[in-house]
């Protein structure tokens, strides 16, 4: 058995396995590059891979950094089955479909402005294919066994967002882990990732290997920053992943308003996919820490702007207020018009709330850029830029190693560290070199390991 490292190496996206047996291939994740634009530029180049010989996806979860990458299976002709949970696969239906979408508006703008060195700037996939290949998609359930080909897998809790999953996979005498995206030990709305089982090898993720999370409180942050602004009479503005952070934001500022720790101020949430996820959110009350009470506020204190029209309306808004929009690397979506309106204006708060990958404008801004560009067009940036901490729904290095230790892998396990900066990587090398006694080694590009 083999793995090639086809992506998520040396970079937080991009998230592609291949395990090859003697007689089945199976790719774990499936996932877009994002970022800087020498790694977008991968997602338009070929997979060194027979598409045909391809028997099967198996999917951690939704993210488009894990899944985005599916539609250009479907489209390049895979037809096999994408194994994943069920509310993994009900996230991926509202995911993808943006996704197409996001990449025909970008593709219709850039050629009206004629901002491409393409006369005809086409989108990596359109929405159609992207609720095309949702067919491909066979939910599993947690700790069910499935087996494809000589390869067995299942599934385990992994935390950080509804569905997500460590995979287990099994084949030709090794057991390997996968651990996709590990979630926090005590996060505020979703459970802990499960403890692994024995493992020959696992590829851990690594986004936070240089970093520990602050230990201030985010919501006491999260209310200095919202008064503050309103005392000025700005506007909030916080880029948001659609997918757990939006929620959560809905979740904290409505705690707020109740308890009186920040004034009533209306509170948009402006992305569709937001909407969306929130209600998938509700329906699997199982997943994560918030009663139907909880989730009933969260939702009933926020406005839903679903049109282009309503978000629009939003520029007519008296101040002070609070926008939610994606993305929540300021990387696409609505949050960009509200940056062309209002990130010029001194009084305004833009407020990043998770994870900025290299070369996106959330990390732009939050090392201090004066300008950034949206839409071929440069925009002065006097906004009040900061980042809220405690929020991200990654472990940090110290809680991955907490995890390691209370799973049941032997000492010695081969460590594969993936999913990280080239930083971040090797600060984990080094800790866990130092303070375990499992073997990290840090993940190349195109890695070939024979098991």
């Known amino acids: 058995?083999?793995?090639?490292?086809?992506?998520?190496?040396?970079?937080?996206?991009?998230?592609?396995?291949?395990?090859?047996?003697?007689?089945?291939?199976?790719?774990?994740?499936?996932?877009?590059?994002?970022?800087?634009?020498?790694?977008?530029?991968?997602n338009w180049q070929s997979l060194p891979l027979d598409i045909g010989k391809l028997d099967a996806v198996l999917l951690t979860h939704?993210?488009?950094?894990?899944?985005?990458?599916?539609?250009?299976?479907?489209?390049?002709?895979?037809?096999?089955?994408?194994y994943t949970h069920k509310a993994s696969r009900d996230l991926c239906e509202i995911l993808l479909a943006d996704s197409g979408h996001l990449q025909e508006e970008d593709a219709k703008y850039f050629a009206k402005h004629k901002l491409s060195k393409h006369a005809?700037?086409?989108p990596l996939y359109d929405r159609a294919t992207a609720e095309a290949c949702m067919s491909?998609?066979?939910?599993?359930?947690?700790?069910?066994?499935?087996?494809?080909?000589?390869?067995?897998?299942?599934?385990?809790?992994?935390?950080?967002?509804?569905?997500?999953?460590?995979?287990?996979v099994?084949?030709?005498?090794?057991?390997?882990?996968?651990?996709?995206?590990?979630?926090?030990?005590?996060?505020?709305?979703?459970h802990a990732p499960k403890p692994l089982p024995a493992l020959d090898l696992l590829l851990l993720e690594s986004t936070y290997g240089n970093r520990a999370h602050a230990p201030q409180n985010p919501f006491e942050q999260l209310a200095e920053l919202v008064k503050s602004t309103a005392q000025r009479g700005g506007v909030v503005l916080i880029p948001?992943?659609?997918?757990?952070?939006?929620?959560?934001?809905?979740?904290?500022?409505?705690?707020?308003?109740?308890?009186?720790?920040?004034?009533?101020?209306?509170?948009?949430?402006?992305?569709?996919?937001?909407?969306?996820?929130?209600?998938v959110f509700c329906r699997y009350g199982e997943q994560h820490k918030l009663s139907a009470e909880e989730c009933a506020r969260m939702c009933q204190?926020?406005?839903?702007?679903?049109?282009?029209?309503?978000?629009?309306?939003?520029?007519?808004?008296?101040?002070?207020h609070i926008i939610i929009a994606g993305s929540g690397m300021a990387s696409g979506g609505r949050i960009l018009h509200h940056f062309k309106r209002l990130i010029g204006n001194s009084k305004t708060t833009v407020l990043f709330t998770g994870f900025q990958a290299g070369g996106t404008r959330g990390a732009k801004m939050l090392a201090g850029a004066d300008a950034i560009k949206i839409h071929g067009?440069?925009?002065?940036?006097?906004?009040?830029?900061?980042?809220?901490?405690?929020?991200?729904?990654?472990?940090?290095?110290?809680?991955?190693?907490?995890?390691?230790?209370?799973?049941?892998?032997?000492?010695?396990?081969?460590?594969?560290?993936?999913?990280?900066?080239?930083?971040?990587?090797e600060a984990q090398r080094d800790h866990l070199n130092r303070h375990t006694a499992f073997k990290a080694e840090v993940a190349g590009y195109r890695k070939v390991l024979h098991l």
């Open 1 to 42: 058995m083999k793995i090639i490292f086809l992506g998520g190496t040396e970079t937080v996206t991009g998230s592609k396995f291949l395990i090859e047996t003697t007689s089945t291939r199976v790719l774990v994740d499936c996932g877009l590059f994002q970022g800087y634009k020498w790694l977008r530029e991968r």
């Open 120 to 122: 005809h700037p086409q």
């Open 377 to 425: 067009e440069w925009f002065p940036v006097r906004a009040q830029v900061t980042a809220l901490s405690g929020l991200s729904g990654h472990a940090d290095y110290l809680e991955i190693t907490d995890w390691l230790k209370h799973s049941e892998l032997a000492p010695q396990t081969a460590i594969q560290l993936i999913h990280g900066e080239p930083e971040a990587l």
């Open 136 to 168: 491909l998609f066979e939910p599993v359930e947690f700790a069910q066994s499935v087996a494809v080909g000589d390869i067995e897998f299942h599934l385990q809790s992994a935390g950080h967002i509804l569905g997500a999953a460590s995979i287990i």
């Open 170 to 190: 099994t084949a030709e005498g090794k057991r390997i882990g996968f651990s996709g995206d590990v979630g926090r030990l005590d996060d505020i709305l979703m």
């Open 240 to 279: 948001a992943f659609a997918v757990g952070r939006a929620q959560l934001l809905q979740h904290m500022l409505a705690s707020l308003m109740a308890d009186g720790k920040i004034p009533k101020m209306p509170i948009y949430l402006d992305s569709p996919m937001a909407i969306d996820v929130s209600g």
């Open 301 to 320: 204190v926020v406005t839903y702007t679903r049109t282009v029209d309503e978000s629009k309306a939003l520029a007519g808004q008296a101040f002070p």
């Open 62 to 82: 939704a993210h488009l950094d894990h899944s985005g990458y599916i539609p250009v299976l479907y489209k390049q002709g895979f037809r096999g089955r994408v």
